[in-house]
């Protein structure tokens, strides 16, 4: 299992960006896959998570302050899943990762399969 995260960059604030999770090695329709982002001195903390197609649950959860502003969803056709990322804001600036498991757990840590991080930068 393997994942890997792109698209990270400087954006200028109230801009979209668009973040890619691909999977390899696996069919990522099969798992939840979480997208997370950590600013400089603060923990990890989670941004959206979308069930695996199976569960038929669809998106699980939005941290609050990204809700309506950013949108999570799968492309099949890449075998991966997409952080969408609209009206961004300084405070949006993190590494952002992506992470696999069978559910969307509400901590962290109980992902089991996590990508390399793709760094963006909201700032004029």
């Known amino acids: 299992v393997q994942l890997q995260a792109s698209g990270g960059g400087l954006v200028q604030p109230g801009g979209s960006h668009r973040l890619s999770c691909a999977a390899s090695?696996?069919?990522?329709?099969?798992?939840?896959i979480g997208w997370f982002r950590q600013a400089p001195g603060k923990p990890r903390e989670g941004v959206s998570c979308i069930s695996s197609v199976s569960s038929r649950i669809g998106v699980t959860w939005y941290e609050p302050s990204v809700k309506g502003r950013f949108t999570i969803s799968r492309d099949n056709a890449k075998n991966a899943v997409t952080l969408q990322m609209n009206s961004l804001k300084p405070e949006d600036t993190a590494v952002y990762y992506c992470?696999?498991?069978?559910?969307?757990?509400?901590?962290?840590?109980?992902?089991?399969?996590w990508g390399q991080g793709t760094l963006v930068t909201v700032s004029s």
């Open positions: 090695g696996f069919s990522s329709d099969d798992y939840a």
């Open positions: 992470a696999a498991d069978s559910i969307c757990y509400s901590d962290p840590t109980s992902f089991g399969y």
